[in-house]
């Protein structure tokens, strides 16, 4: 499969599966609460979420955005489901970003999410490489499951300006 298409599937691939998030009906609130913060001992983050809207393709993502957003269209902390927060592991001119070393983490370590005056505890489950086209770590569960997103550096090619794979923390609600 030459580049072009490859890029062409996973485009078609991103529609669907956001077609599937806003269709289960577990989209966020239009904007994601300005009190909602994410803290992440092991990676030394403690940062405030802001949001990350679909544009009708995919989510609208600052290239400069320094801190973490929610990615529109997944589940969100009042309602359950699979909350999806993305930051960007490298900026545009390849500085650190707030998830540089997102792929660090490992199981049993805690993620702190403050929301609405209320603190709940996740513990990582699975820290894993996915394609960059896999949307299935985006899909929605039952229950309560909070995934972290960012680009994976170690697949970044200078070439074609791209990464080809994402880093995926899973974490578990436990408190």
């Known amino acids: 499969m030459t580049h072009t298409a490859a890029h062409a599937t996973a485009r078609r691939l991103l529609i669907l599966a956001v077609a599937l998030l ?12 300005p009190e909602t913060r994410i803290s992440i001992p092991a990676l030394n983050v403690d940062a405030a979420v802001g949001r990350f809207p679909l544009n009708g393709v995919s989510w609208t993502i600052d290239p400069w955005f320094t801190g973490l957003g929610h990615l529109q269209g997944t589940g969100w902390f009042d309602r359950g489901g699979n909350i999806a927060v993305g930051g960007h592991s490298y900026m545009p ?27 709940r505890q996740y ?35 200078p070439n074609s300006n791209l990464y080809h794979r994402r880093v995926i923390v899973v974490a578990e609600r436990t408190g």
């Not at 806003?22 to 609460?33: D, E, I, K, Q």
């Not at 001119?93 to 929301?115: E, K, N, Q």
Request: hydrophobic share 40%; charged share 15%.
């Open 22 to 33: 806003v269709l289960t009906g577990l989209a966020a609130p239009a904007a994601a609460s």
């Open 93 to 119: 001119d390849r500085t650190p970003g707030i998830f540089v070393a997102l792929h660090t983490l490992r199981p049993g370590d805690i993620v702190t999410v403050s929301y609405s005056g209320e603190t």
């Open 123 to 157: 513990t990582v489950a699975d820290v894993r490489s996915v394609a960059v086209n896999d949307l299935s770590v985006l899909y929605p569960v039952s229950g309560e499951r909070l995934t972290l997103i960012t680009c994976d550096g170690a697949s970044y090619d």
